[in-house]
């Protein structure tokens, strides 16, 4: 599709397990960010990549969360030892340019759910 | 702290009766004010972009406005498929973009 897609759609996970969610951004797109929405409430600011490169990082709200984009395309986040809070939709979105103009293009997201 | 808040939380309609969605901001420098559209189960899509006070833009049924301290949706004779959620956000410094935590506008026939 032409579209930014992420797996898995839907993830429960048990308290402490490890997850690793995956986006794939736009052919072509250089910039991807990752944000967290939990319920209710407006995506929050997580990562930033340009290319392979993670400019910003200072949304991640604790060192349990990792993300990667190695080769510059293909991106994901990881969350060690999973805690109640994290339950969220973790959105990817990318973009074409180097600078941020705010016109991102979000995938449907990944719905993680911690028991 | 760059801030943003929306208002209405919720907002019924009529189809046909036209309102206005608000969304105050709090920022240093702002750089872009922006709209979106979320339907439930998917990601936000962009509607539009604003850079100065005094600054307009439309798309169908869709008129956003911008002033020093808010920006404003006018929704004119909305139909049900206008039914969503409706997030503005701002840019400063950096990259990321500040949400508010939207207004869920549900239009009915």
């Known amino acids: 599709g032409a579209g930014v897609s992420q797996s898995p759609r839907y993830k429960v996970a048990k308290r402490g397990q490890d997850v690793a969610l995956r986006c794939d951004p736009i052919s072509g797109h250089v910039s991807l960010f990752w944000y967290q929405q939990a319920l209710g409430q407006g995506p929050e600011f997580l990562t930033y990549?340009?290319?392979?490169?993670?400019?910003?990082k200072s949304g991640l709200p604790s060192d349990r969360f990792f993300a990667e984009r190695p080769e510059g395309s293909v991106s994901t986040l990881k969350i060690q030892r999973t805690q109640q809070e994290d339950s969220a939709v973790y959105l990817c979105a990318s973009s074409p340019l180097l600078a941020n103009t705010g016109e991102l293009f979000f995938g449907e997201g990944s719905r993680l759910t911690v028991l | 702290e760059d801030q943003v808040t929306q208002s209405p939380e919720a907002l019924r309609l009529q189809e046909g009766e036209s309102s206005s969605l608000n969304c105050s901001y709090t920022v240093s420098g702002l750089r872009g004010l922006f709209w979106y559209r979320q339907d439930p189960g998917k990601g936000p899509e962009f509607l539009f972009t604003?850079?100065?006070a005094g600054e307009e833009k439309e798309k169908e049924r869709l008129k956003a406005t911008l002033t020093k301290k808010e920006s404003f949706l006018h929704i004119t004779a909305p139909k049900p498929e206008d039914s969503a959620t409706y997030l503005c956000?701002?840019?400063?410094?950096?990259?990321?973009?500040?949400f508010g935590a939207g207004t869920i506008l549900r239009v009915k026939s």
């Open positions: 990549f340009q290319n392979e490169a993670q400019l910003d």
């Open positions: 604003l850079y100065s």
């Open positions: 956000a701002v840019q400063a410094g950096g990259n990321k973009l500040v």
